[in-house]
């Protein structure tokens, strides 16, 4: 059983660009990539970190080797969804031998974390970005801190909400869940979200 909590940053204007940064860097990182998976039609987790971390680290040494792993991770969840999903317009079965479309990433993308990048101890977060760790207290419920300590952590992403504010979502799955889905989007649907553009090739 997969749940999500939802915790709003209460950051200042000086933090808020500082994740604006973070976010516009990390959109870079995954259309660099992009054009890879379009030539080589490879979007394996796995394989595209063989294929392109070396030469995403030299071109981006700001990100940091952790958050390169997770724009990676990014590019290849958002290809399963698009080139695979069974409902999308783009699955593979309808492209037929029609080049890949090339997947574009808005600077609104969500920015993707893991325990190397963003930790919380103590109700105290400490996260990644471009010119430093940051850091946030956290007034956790109860039930929210019974959570963190009951399931296993497949996903952390931060992402800016309509209304401004920037919203850390945390995805929290059974722990005695099989580690091997953990490769797998958490809950996604067919609707390629508004933050990825989907170009045709002509």
Excluded at 34 to 54: C, D, F, G, K, S
Excluded at 131 to 150: C, I, K, N, W
Excluded at 180 to 198: G, H, K, L, T, W
Aim: aromatic fraction near 8%; charge should be neutral; hydrophobic fraction near 40%.
């Amino acid at each position: 059983m997969n749940s999500t909590l939802r915790i709003p940053l209460n950051a200042s204007p000086e933090q808020v660009q500082r994740l604006q940064a973070l976010q516009q860097g990390f959109a870079q990182v995954c259309n660099a990539l992009a054009p890879l998976v379009q030539q080589t039609r490879i979007w394996n987790r796995v394989a595209l970190h063989h294929l392109a971390y070396r030469q995403l680290r030299e071109r981006f040494p700001e990100m940091g080797s952790q958050m390169v792993c997770n724009a990676i991770y990014s590019v290849s969840r958002s290809c399963r969804l698009v080139f695979q999903h069974p409902g999308s317009p783009f699955h593979l079965t309808r492209l037929g031998d029609k080049p890949l479309p090339l997947l574009r990433f808005a600077d609104s993308c969500p920015v993707y974390f893991d325990r190397h990048t963003l930790s919380l101890k103590g109700g105290q977060l400490s996260m990644f970005t471009l010119d430093g760790r940051m850091r946030f207290q956290l007034a956790l419920r109860p039930e929210d801190d019974a959570a963190f300590h009951a399931s296993k952590l497949r996903e952390i992403v931060l992402a800016r909400r309509p209304d401004g504010v920037y919203e850390l979502s945390f995805v929290l799955v059974d722990p005695d869940e099989p580690v091997a889905s953990s490769a797998a989007p958490a809950a996604v649907d067919a609707e390629i979200p508004e933050y990825v553009m989907v170009e045709e090739a002509v």
